[in-house]
């Protein structure tokens, strides 16, 4: 939200005081970055959600491809390892879903509401703008008539000017006055609003990754029978790699 106030000619009387009117705009200028930050939250979780759901898709994608491979149909070992690779891909992507899903109802809808709720309060400022340069305009009219000479004329357009700005003086510090009470609310609330969902965001997470260790274990378990580190098999890999290199079909002319 942004405010932006109106220019217009001002009275001599200082009808709001400079220490008030830098408690409102710094109270405002709070809940003006707490708006944008809470748009940036909303989009960033968003869209690490569906990064979370692309990646668990696309390693299921993968390990399909691999259990269609036609290396599957020649070597029953290589069919049982992907078998296993292609089972635990989709139950990571269903707890994957799970974690998601849990996410949406209690980080990023919440979110969404409660941004929601900026475009009221800013109505709210710019009605409180708009009563306070009435306030100023009628102020500047009832001192002109107050420097002019006190004939019956001007009298009466006196009492006029200041009947029409007292309920509009009013208006303007009921407004001010429950803006000054309770932004400063409104901003604090955020604690107690956002806490509860924070939380279950760390538990999705911690029940997500104690799921994949389990997940992850059993297919080491299942596929690494031969116990080889990543060293040893980066170095058998290198070999089966020299031993096709040297095929005269794929030899350098």
């Known amino acids: 939200m942004s405010w932006i106030p109106f220019k217009i000619g001002q009275p001599k009387k200082q009808i709001v005081s400079k220490t008030v009117e830098r408690d409102f705009e710094?109270?405002?200028?709070?809940?003006?970055?707490?708006?944008?930050?809470?748009?940036?939250?909303?989009?960033?979780?968003?869209?690490?959600?569906?990064?979370?759901?692309?990646m668990s898709k696309a390693a299921v994608k993968i390990s399909s491809?691999?259990?269609?491979?036609?290396?599957?149909?020649?070597?029953?070992?290589?069919?049982?390892?992907?078998?296993?690779?292609?089972?635990?891909?989709?139950?990571?992507?269903?707890?994957?879903?799970?974690?998601?899903?849990q996410i949406q109802k209690t980080v990023i809808d919440p979110l969404k509401k409660y941004s929601g709720v900026f475009p009221s309060l800013n109505m709210a400022v710019k009605r409180r703008e708009q009563a306070l340069q009435d306030y100023k305009r009628l102020q500047s009219k009832a001192e002109k008539y107050e420097e002019k000479e006190k004939t019956g004329p001007v009298m009466v357009k006196l009492h006029q000017a200041r009947e029409e700005l007292r309920p509009v003086r009013e208006?303007?510090?009921?407004?001010?006055?429950?803006?000054?009470?309770?932004?400063?609310?409104?901003?604090?609330?955020?604690?107690?609003y956002f806490q509860p969902s924070f939380e279950a965001l760390i538990r999705a997470q911690v029940v997500y990754f104690t799921e994949m260790y389990k997940i992850f274990s059993e297919l080491?378990?299942?596929?690494?029978?031969?116990?080889?580190?990543?060293?040893?098999?980066?170095?058998?890999?290198?070999?089966k790699l020299s031993e096709l290199r040297a095929l005269s079909i794929v030899a350098d002319d």
Request: proline share 2%; aromatic share 6%; hydrophobic share 30%.
């Open 26 to 54: 710094r109270e405002y200028d709070k809940l003006q970055k707490l708006e944008d930050q809470t748009k940036k939250l909303h989009k960033d979780m968003k869209k690490s959600t569906e990064a979370d759901l692309a």
């Open 65 to 101: 491809d691999l259990l269609s491979n036609p290396l599957c149909e020649q070597d029953q070992a290589f069919l049982e390892s992907m078998t296993s690779l292609d089972t635990a891909m989709r139950r990571m992507d269903s707890f994957n879903q799970e974690k998601v899903l």
């Open 171 to 192: 208006d303007f510090e009921a407004k001010n006055k429950q803006l000054l009470d309770e932004m400063p609310k409104f901003y604090y609330s955020r604690i107690d």
């Open 220 to 239: 080491t378990d299942q596929i690494d029978q031969a116990g080889l580190t990543d060293e040893q098999r980066e170095r058998e890999t290198e070999a």
